[in-house]
């Protein structure tokens, strides 16, 4: 079962264009939701977080989105380059319990064409 | 600095084999992660290590997987007996600490490992 969902496994949008990934996830007790970004055979590198208590976490062209009551977060890229093609992770952790691990969805793959 | 570094970068290996994967953390960071992500899925949370503390070994899928970390700092994953279903890469990730707050974890290239 399945606690952090991207339901889109690709999405391509042309340079200059908004980039917008979706993530979704039934868990209430996540205190904190991360994108990871992930080229070809490197390890993810973090991009962007936001805690449970915000519903906005922006960083030049990146900002994040949550909506609490949909159990829903968005990142948008804006204005999307080629370099921002790669695979994107949502993950979410959890309050309490096994302090750190991450829940990560399958991921997005973003194409940026120039 | 170093950023983290797992060792081999590719294995391929027989099935019932087993396998040995290496992850050297940041310097100073306490907390050490274990995932591994198969094709098409996700990262999929294997091992925690934070400091002195009996790890957290929740998420590893059969008694054929184990870890250590030794002397808080290097850790090895070991798998018995590989079995195909196996093959995934293998991430490892480090934090300073999980404390109450969020800390970034940073991951290491990976390990991919075949299992034929």
């Known amino acids: 079962d399945q606690q952090v969902k991207q339901n889109s496994p690709s999405l391509s949008v042309q340079e200059g264009r908004i980039s917008i990934l979706n993530c979704d996830y039934t868990n209430s007790m996540f205190d904190y939701f991360l994108w990871y970004k992930k080229y070809p055979a490197e390890g993810p590198t973090f991009l962007i977080s936001i805690s449970s208590i915000k519903d906005k976490n922006e960083d030049g062209r990146f900002t994040v989105f949550l909506n609490k009551s949909a159990k829903h977060l968005s990142l948008h890229i804006v204005p999307s380059q080629p370099g921002d093609s790669a695979v994107y992770f949502c993950?979410?952790?959890?309050?309490?319990?096994?302090?750190?691990?991450?829940?990560f969805g399958k991921g997005t793959k973003l194409s940026v064409k120039p | 600095g170093a950023g983290v570094s797992q060792s081999p970068s590719n294995k391929v290996t027989e099935k019932g084999k087993d396998v040995e994967l290496r992850c050297d953390p940041i310097s100073g960071h306490t907390a050490l992660y274990w995932y591994r992500q198969s094709l098409g899925q996700g990262l999929e949370f294997l091992i925690y290590f934070q400091g002195n503390s009996a790890p957290d070994k929740s998420g590893l899928p059969s008694d054929r997987f184990s870890a250590e970390r030794t002397g808080g700092s290097v850790s090895t994953l070991t798998i018995q007996r590989t079995q195909q279903e196996d093959s995934a890469v293998y991430l490892c990730?480090?934090?300073?600490?999980?404390?109450?707050?969020?800390?970034?974890?940073?991951f290491g290239p990976g390990t991919r490992l075949t299992v034929l």
């Open positions: 990730a480090s934090s300073l600490t999980p404390s109450s707050s969020y800390n970034e974890q940073f």
């Open positions: 993950a979410a952790r959890t309050v309490g319990g096994s302090q750190g691990n991450l829940i």
